[in-house]
């Protein structure tokens, strides 16, 4: 029995080495024996050797035979055990499982960022660009070549007209997820900003937006017309207006087989160069620099709307369709426009294909420069989607986009580029009218405020 209870002694001593916790040994024991209840040694004299504490009485007799010691003076020994809770077999070992679930843990953190923004061999992204119509030609042009750089991306263009871009996005008119958008103007991206965090959207892009081309604002017209309607080329919107309200050439000094005066210009509630055209019509109606909601609210404005509504026959919802129309149509069924410089010297040649004569370019003083600009919607876009969308971004602003973007006539939004230097360019085929270093004065684009503004006097007039 003696040897019994030495070896109790000792597998306490144990324990504790293996837990490094001695103390909490002792406490256990302390519970054990205050909880449980003392048995006669007659009724199961056997059955105290398979238990951790003796549960009989401990008188004399009970101590003599016992086969445990007394369990206060195995408490007592586990409180003098002085145990390193650290060096012990079970510490060290958990210690072991917390780094290699730690090790664990941040493989598979990396794992997940890497499937998140990393493209997976074999796997190809799909990025869908909503671009303005002045857009079209170069972007399919880029898009070729971003595909042969980037096979494991792939890019689906979508035209509309600019201001399109934004009413589909706000009214959820699109059948497809934006994730890049590219209207012909940056203004209209802050439209798109106000609009959407008016709905509730704090931060409604993922970038801020970023202008890849120029281009301005400008007049066309068939040389005769030009001649009659712009003397020494000088572009007037008075005399613009004028020939609207006559709408004859022969009243305004035309010859009378030339028919009635038709002018043409894009539809402001769909396209942005319809809205820059009225918002310089009405600076030089009001002859101001500075047009606000209120000034525009103006008898004068209200009836030059309203005449130049009822001259526009269905006004063409972007401009690239306008000037289509306007070559195919031809002098008597459309004799001046007003479009981006950008469209006009990149379509001049096809003018001479399709009519047999050119058109000249004439530039409004002042005129209006505007940023085709690209900015990533967070609406429905993945963070892996538009850190692809933000890689065809840069794609499109280093140098050889930027001249692409010059062969089809927008002027490069870097400093160190040389249009007449560019290669199969329009900048190199004397267009009549084109002034490559222009000193023509340029105004801003107008602040979202006034675009609707426009829009409203537009819908309004008769």
């Given at each position: 029995m003696a040897l019994s209870r030495t070896r109790e002694f000792a597998a306490d001593e144990g324990a504790a080495k293996l837990t490094g916790n001695p103390q909490g040994l002792a406490k256990a024991l302390s519970r054990l024996e205050n909880q449980h209840g003392h048995l006669s040694m007659e009724e199961m004299p056997a059955f105290s050797a398979l238990l951790i504490i003796n549960p009989l009485s401990s008188n004399f007799v009970n101590n003599l035979f016992s086969t445990h010691p007394p369990t206060q003076s195995r408490i007592e020994n586990l409180?003098?055990?002085?145990?390193?809770?650290?060096?012990?077999?079970?510490?060290?070992?958990?210690?072991?499982?917390?780094?290699?679930?730690?090790?664990?843990?941040?493989?598979?953190?990396?794992?997940?960022?890497?499937?998140?923004?990393?493209?997976?061999?074999?796997?190809?992204?799909?990025?869908?660009?909503?671009?303005?119509?002045?857009?079209?030609?170069?972007?399919?042009?880029?898009?070729?070549?971003?595909?042969?750089?980037?096979?494991?991306?792939?890019?689906?263009?979508?035209?509309?007209?600019?201001?399109?871009?934004?009413?589909?996005?706000?009214?959820?008119?699109?059948?497809?997820?934006?994730?890049?958008?590219?209207?012909?103007?940056?203004?209209?991206?802050?439209?798109?900003?106000?609009?959407?965090?008016?709905?509730?959207?704090?931060?409604?892009?993922?970038?801020?937006?970023?202008?890849?081309?120029?281009?301005?604002?400008?007049?066309?017209?068939?040389?005769?017309?030009?001649?009659?309607?712009?003397?020494?080329?000088?572009?007037?919107?008075?005399?613009?207006?004028?020939?609207?309200?006559?709408?004859?050439?022969?009243?305004?000094?035309?010859?009378?087989?030339?028919?009635?005066?038709?002018?043409?210009?894009?539809?402001?509630?769909?396209?942005?160069?319809?809205?820059?055209?009225?918002?310089?019509?009405?600076?030089?109606?009001?002859?101001?620099?500075?047009?606000?909601?209120?000034?525009?609210?103006?008898?004068?404005?209200?009836?030059?709307?309203?005449?130049?509504?009822?001259?526009?026959?269905?006004?063409?919802?972007?401009?690239?369709?306008?000037?289509?129309?306007?070559?195919?149509?031809?002098?008597?069924?459309?004799?001046?426009?007003?479009?981006?410089?950008s469209i006009a010297v990149y379509r001049w040649s096809q003018a001479n294909t399709t009519q047999g004569k050119t058109y000249q370019i004439y530039y409004p003083n002042p005129t209006i420069e505007t940023f085709p600009t690209a900015v990533i919607p967070k609406q429905n876009v993945s963070k892996g989607d538009a850190k692809t969308a933000q890689k065809f971004i840069d794609y499109l602003l280093e140098n050889e986009q930027q001249i692409i973007f010059a062969q089809y006539g927008f002027r490069p939004v870097t400093n160190n580029l040389d249009l007449q230097t560019i290669p199969n360019s329009p900048w190199s085929k004397n267009i009549p009218g084109v002034e490559i270093n222009r000193n023509i004065p340029t105004t801003p684009s107008p602040q979202p405020e006034i675009i609707n503004e426009i829009q409203k006097l537009w819908i309004r007039a008769n």
């Open positions: 409180q003098q055990t002085n145990i390193n809770q650290n060096n012990s077999p079970i510490m060290k070992a958990r210690k072991n499982d917390q780094k290699k679930n730690t090790v664990i843990s941040v493989f598979l953190i990396a794992l997940a960022l890497g499937l998140t923004y990393a493209p997976l061999p074999g796997v190809t992204k799909t990025i869908t660009i909503v671009s303005g119509s002045e857009l079209k030609e170069p972007l399919k042009t880029i898009e070729t070549k971003f595909e042969e750089t980037y096979p494991d991306i792939n890019l689906e263009l979508k035209i509309q007209g600019s201001q399109d871009i934004v009413n589909n996005i706000i009214d959820k008119k699109n059948d497809f997820t934006p994730t890049l958008l590219i209207p012909a103007n940056g203004k209209l991206i802050k439209e798109l900003d106000n609009r959407l965090k008016a709905q509730g959207e704090t931060e409604p892009f993922y970038n801020n937006p970023q202008p890849i081309a120029k281009t301005i604002l400008v007049g066309i017209a068939w040389p005769q017309r030009g001649n009659i309607l712009f003397p020494q080329n000088k572009f007037d919107w008075s005399r613009l207006e004028n020939a609207m309200k006559k709408r004859n050439w022969q009243d305004i000094g035309g010859k009378a087989e030339w028919g009635s005066f038709d002018f043409v210009t894009t539809d402001p509630t769909r396209s942005n160069s319809g809205q820059l055209t009225l918002s310089l019509w009405a600076k030089n109606k009001l002859n101001t620099n500075n047009i606000t909601t209120n000034n525009l609210n103006n008898s004068e404005v209200e009836k030059l709307f309203q005449l130049i509504k009822n001259s526009v026959y269905q006004p063409p919802r972007s401009t690239d369709i306008l000037l289509q129309e306007f070559i195919a149509r031809g002098p008597n069924d459309a004799d001046v426009a007003i479009v981006y410089e």
